[in-house]
Nanobody
Framework: QLQLVDSGGGLVQPGGSLRLSCTAS????????IGWFRQAPGKEREGVSS?????????YYADSVKGRFTISRDNAKNTVYLQMNSLKPEDTAIYYC?????????????????????WGQGTQVTVSS
């Protein structure tokens, strides 16, 4: 059974950093594109960042996180990371990772929730002083 576990959230002060992890079990991530999404109370789920399935790792970042967040993948560890620096209170949300099976290496990435097949359970990120 495909399962994604996202972790690494917590409480951090503005300007601080966190690294989120998305680890897969039951399948290998080699041919999966991975996305990170977030949902704040009363708001719709929005795309934060995504990475393609190929080793080249084409990436996408929402304008609100460009220059602050970095997505990366370690296929040997079956894990995708989201390094979040210079965090702001408006980054507070539940963060979810999601996977889409592309069946072969491709440089395509996917930025919308409906494009993904499997989801993690979410990890809370709170940025507050």
């Amino acid at each position: 059974q495909l399962q994604l576990v996202d972790s690494g959230g917590g409480l951090v002060q503005p300007g601080g950093s966190l690294r989120l992890s998305c680890t897969a079990s039951g399948f290998t991530l080699d041919y999966y594109a991975i996305g990170w999404f977030r949902q704040a109370p009363g708001k719709e789920r929005e795309g934060v960042s995504s990475i393609s399935s190929s080793l080249a790792g084409s990436t996408y970042y929402a304008d609100s996180v460009k220059g602050r967040f970095t997505i990366s993948r370690d296929n040997a560890k079956n894990t995708v990371y989201l390094q979040m620096n210079s965090l702001k209170p408006e980054d507070t949300a539940i963060y979810y990772c999601a996977a889409r099976n592309t069946y072969y290496p491709t440089s395509e990435y996917y930025a919308h929730p409906h494009e993904y097949d499997s989801w993690g359970q979410g990890t809370q990120v709170t940025v507050s002083s």
